[in-house]
């Protein structure tokens, strides 16, 4: 399928703060006896004695909460400091951090009085104190002892462990190659000294060691990033706050009252500012409980569906053509031959014009001088458009009313635009045939269609369906809806998978230095074959030891089975794991 990437100034993007008020917080009433802090342990630690006795004596939760809220401390002794809560949501929330004899009591919502939308925080924000002090949270370095599995460890000093893995490291690369050593991470806390940035990947830059890639959570980034470029982030997408001003807001198997539960309440917002909500989900979510309308549509099916919607957009003539001819390719000429777009070099015959140095041949034919250096520089010869207005091929930089229609031919060279090729693939999902595939009526496909083009129209892509062999093409199909229906880069108007772009508070002083590492990148979909052959994209490949941090590969890995059969197996022989 051809998509339609759009090229749209980035100073119509809706710059996402990422954050945003919350609920009034409150403790789970419940003991735990895996949890580092009950609710009534807290209180003891935390909540003077009145509090306490209030809450026991019947006091509303949320008179308590009203108490204890953000800015107040309850003790004479606490002091409170600023701070970011950076799970792998990526929100970087503000939150108060109350301590208390050099120990966190609490954490709470950090209260902007000038910007209330900007208040907020969820129960990972609230729960920091249990994972800090969880009894079984592993505080020093353990080195097995016993048989694997026995859950014998004892506990050594972090400088026995810095030294211990450092040689055996050595070892290893020495023996088998610097490769040998592979670095495995997904996500997790994203702090300073966490996850893959970027303390880590300093490390491995300097050990030149390989890394192991989780695959995971990719397929919508690379769909839509196939129409947009790279360039505006992995699931670029306005910010949450933003869906208040969408007249019809799309999610796509996205269960925002779970999964996103730091942006549930924008959701919230929408409903009750009358924004008409559409679910497309197999599965009858919390989410679509609250909707306007929920649609079922079968697992695996998105991209039938949503190019069915495309069809019905074409058809009934709902495109946004201004936005298509300003901002898109669909003008571009593609050549028939090859696929590629046509330019000015396939008819002037320039193609292999002589370059400054008088000793090259080039696939350019425009030579400019580079302002910086002076020095010569080569220039891609222009993409070609054929202009309605003056009836001729111009550059597209030059055309007023470029076609997004039609089948040309210039030279011998058969040509059509990319729209028309568009055109061509979705005629194979007439709403007829797509309802077979996915299991939506014909009739609400196209209701479905004519919400696309009413906007401003907000489309937000959850994980569900890129969780397929096929899982990119939902979200290919997706920002091509949004980019011919013109609804990309004003309120209300965006598509995307998550907002990430909030700042995370990376410290540049440990960004990766050394240079990039010269070993390979590895999928961990690949990671059985690559352990059990020894081979790596048909060379032999020795891989002996790995560091893993922020992740679990036999959880959250495709075929966990058979990684951990593998990973077993090479355990059991002279392989290396640090945890």
Same mark, same amino acid.
């Given at each position: 399928?051809?998509?339609?990437?759009?090229?749209?100034?980035?100073?119509?993007?809706?710059?996402?703060?990422?954050?945003?008020?919350?609920?009034?917080?409150?403790?789970?009433?419940?003991?735990?006896?895996?949890?580092?802090?009950?609710?009534?342990?807290?209180?003891?630690?935390?909540?003077?004695?009145?509090?306490?006795?209030?809450?026991?004596?019947?006091?509303?939760?949320?008179?308590?909460?009203?108490?204890?809220?953000s800015?107040?401390?309850?003790?004479?002794?606490?002091?409170?400091?600023?701070?970011?809560?950076?799970?792998?949501?990526?929100?970087?929330?503000?939150?108060?951090?109350?301590?208390?004899?050099?120990?966190?009591?609490?954490?709470?919502?950090?209260?902007?009085? /000038?910007?209330?939308?900007?208040?907020?925080?969820?129960?990972?924000?609230?729960?920091?104190?249990?994972?800090?002090?969880?009894?079984?949270? %592993?505080?020093?370095?353990?080195?097995r002892v016993g048989e694997r599995?026995?859950?014998?460890?004892?506990?050594?000093?972090? /400088?026995?462990?810095?030294?211990?893995?450092?040689?055996?490291?050595?070892?290893?690369?020495?023996?088998?190659?610097?490769?040998?050593?592979?670095?495995?991470?997904?996500?997790?806390?994203?702090g300073v000294f966490t996850t893959n940035h970027p303390v880590y990947l300093r490390l491995n830059n300097l050990i030149?060691?390989?890394?192991?890639?989780?695959?995971?959570?990719?397929?919508?980034?690379?769909?839509?990033?196939?129409?947009?470029?790279?360039?505006?982030?992995?699931?670029?997408?306005?910010?949450?706050?933003?869906?208040?001003?969408?007249?019809?807001?799309?999610?796509?198997?996205?269960?925002?009252?779970?999964?996103?539960?730091?942006?549930?309440?924008?959701?919230? /917002?929408? %409903?009750?500012?009358?924004?008409?909500?559409?679910?497309?989900?197999?599965?009858?979510?919390?989410t679509a409980s609250k909707a306007n309308k929920?649609?079922?549509?079968?697992?695996?099916?998105?991209?039938?569906?949503?190019?069915?919607?495309? /069809?019905?957009?074409?058809?009934?003539?709902?495109?946004?053509?201004?936005?298509?001819?300003?901002?898109?390719?669909?003008?571009?000429?593609?050549?028939?031959?090859?696929?590629?777009?046509?330019?000015?070099?396939d008819l002037s015959g320039t193609s292999t014009a002589e370059t400054d140095k008088g000793d090259e041949l080039r696939t350019f034919d425009v030579h400019a001088a580079n302002r910086n250096t002076g020095t010569s520089a080569e220039v891609e010869s222009p993409i070609l458009v054929w202009d309605e207005a003056c009836g001729a091929l111009v550059e597209v930089e030059k055309a007023v009313n470029p076609a997004i229609e039609g089948e040309f031919e210039f030279n011998g060279i058969p040509c059509k635009t990319a729209f028309t090729l568009l055109v061509e693939e979705v005629a194979q999902y007439s709403p007829e045939k797509a309802a077979e595939i996915c299991d939506v009526p014909a009739d609400t496909i196209r209701e479905l269609a004519r919400l696309c083009a009413d906007g401003p129209v907000t489309h937000r892509m959850g994980w569900g369906s890129q969780s397929y062999v096929n899982g990119a093409h939902p979200a290919h199909a997706l920002i091509t809806i949004a980019a011919i229906t013109g609804q990309i880069g004003y309120p209300g108007a965006s598509c995307g998978a998550a907002d990430w772009s909030a700042s995370s508070g990376w410290a540049q002083s440990y960004a990766p230095k050394y240079g990039a590492s010269s070993s390979p990148t590895l999928p961990v979909l690949a990671l059985p074959e690559i352990i059990e052959s020894g081979e790596y994209g048909g060379e032999p490949f020795a891989l002996k030891a790995m560091l893993i941090h922020h992740g679990n590969p036999l959880c959250t890995s495709v075929d966990i089975n058979r990684l951990k059969r593998t990973v077993s197996i090479s355990l059991s022989t002279s392989s290396w794991l640090i945890l």
């Open positions: 399928m051809y998509g339609i990437p759009s090229i749209m100034p980035r100073d119509y993007r809706i710059r996402p703060w990422g954050m945003g008020k919350s609920e009034e917080e409150n403790m789970s009433g419940s003991e735990n006896a895996h949890s580092g802090l009950t609710r009534r342990g807290f209180l003891k630690a935390t909540a003077a004695g009145t509090a306490a006795s209030a809450l026991i004596g019947g006091v509303s939760l949320g008179a308590f909460a009203s108490e204890l809220r800015g107040q401390p309850e003790n004479a002794g606490d002091s409170i400091y600023q701070g970011i809560c950076r799970p792998n949501c990526g929100q970087c929330c503000a939150i108060d951090v109350h301590v208390r004899d050099g120990k966190v009591v609490k954490t709470a919502m950090t209260h902007i009085p /000038d910007s209330p939308e900007v208040n907020r925080i969820c129960l990972r924000g609230l729960s920091h104190p249990y994972r800090i002090y969880d009894p079984e949270r %592993i505080k020093y370095p353990l080195r599995g026995s859950g014998e460890w004892e506990r050594i000093s972090w /400088d026995e462990a810095a030294e211990e893995i450092a040689q055996k490291w050595a070892e290893i690369q020495e023996k088998y190659g610097s490769q040998a050593v592979a670095q495995y991470a997904i996500s997790g806390g994203y030149n060691g390989s890394k192991i890639t989780g695959c995971v959570d990719m397929a919508n980034a690379v769909g839509i990033n196939r129409v947009v470029g790279w360039g505006e982030g992995v699931w670029s997408t306005n910010d949450a706050r933003d869906v208040v001003n969408a007249k019809n807001l799309f999610i796509w198997a996205d269960n925002w009252s779970e999964a996103q539960i730091q942006e549930w309440r924008f959701f919230c /917002d929408a %409903i009750e500012s009358g924004v008409n909500t559409i679910v497309i989900d197999p599965v009858y979510t919390i929920w649609v079922s549509v079968r697992p695996g099916s998105d991209a039938a569906l949503i190019l069915s919607m495309i /069809d019905v957009i074409i058809s009934e003539g709902l495109t946004d053509v201004t936005f298509l001819q300003e901002h898109t390719v669909a003008p571009f000429l593609v050549k028939s031959t090859d696929g590629s777009f046509l330019r000015q070099s």
